[in-house]
């Protein structure tokens, strides 16, 4: 069955500092990738998806996240961050073609310091 | 913009209770979703649903079972609360109209069950 697992479990980041936040999924195909933010207090958001085409993909808020098949990864970047990022991060893929069930990994829970 | 809601934030219960999870959607989505969210595990599929009256089990589904009797609406219910399933339960939709854009998320409920 289809995974995903993110390696970086607690960052902490002085702002305007780069991030980068892993994510691999298991098997390759089709596949549609997806990150979630959930900011303390509040509901998770989409912050971007990969379903085809351009393997750098941008969302919102800066981030930006590359598709790299080869490796079965889908990594988070933002290249200055800021003390409003705080909070938890989560990657997610379809579990198979033509389905709406999401996989989602353990979660990276980001800490930016003024 | 689609709307999520989950009737109760808090909700501190009983060993042995039975509890209802309450969740509505508002876009006329045909999939709904329970998943379970806890600190380094991420989230975790309990019950999804493609239909009324239609349900299938997720990854963790012992002691849950779940009810759409409507469209927008999309219950979880835990038979015979245990402390075990202390936790936040999210609830999400997804259109299923064939082009899969990802979940709207509902702000969550927190159970306590002492």
């Known amino acids: 069955a289809q995974s995903v697992s993110q390696h970086n479990h607690h960052v902490i980041l002085s702002e305007a500092a780069s991030l980068e936040l892993g994510c691999n999924y298991s098997y390759g195909g089709t596949v549609n990738l997806f990150w979630y933010v959930q900011y303390p207090g509040q509901h998770l958001q989409l912050l971007l998806k990969y379903f085809s085409g351009d393997p750098l993909v941008k969302g919102i808020k800066g981030f930006e996240a590359e598709f790299i098949k080869s490796k079965f990864s889908f990594n988070l970047r933002k290249p200055s961050v800021q003390w409003s990022d705080t909070a938890e991060y989560f990657c997610?893929?379809?579990?198979?073609?033509?389905?709406?069930?999401?996989?989602f990994g353990t979660g990276t829970r980001l800490q930016v310091f003024p | 913009d689609v709307k999520v809601t989950q009737s109760s934030r808090y909700l501190v219960k009983r060993t042995g209770e039975k509890v209802f999870l309450e969740c509505v959607q508002d876009m006329d989505h045909e999939n709904m979703f329970w998943y379970r969210q806890d600190p380094g595990l991420g989230l975790r599929l309990i019950y999804f649903s493609y239909d009324v009256k239609m349900k299938e089990k997720g990854d963790i589904p012992e002691g849950y079972s779940v009810s759409r009797e409507k469209k927008e609406r999309f219950s979880l219910i835990l038979e015979s609360a245990s402390t075990n399933q202390t936790s936040m339960y999210l609830c999400?939709?997804?259109?299923?109209?064939?082009?899969?854009?990802?979940?709207?998320f509902g702000s969550g409920t927190r159970l306590t069950v002492v």
């Open positions: 997610a893929v379809i579990e198979s073609y033509n389905t709406d069930k999401l996989i």
């Open positions: 999400a939709s997804s259109s299923g109209t064939g082009v899969f854009y990802g979940y709207t």
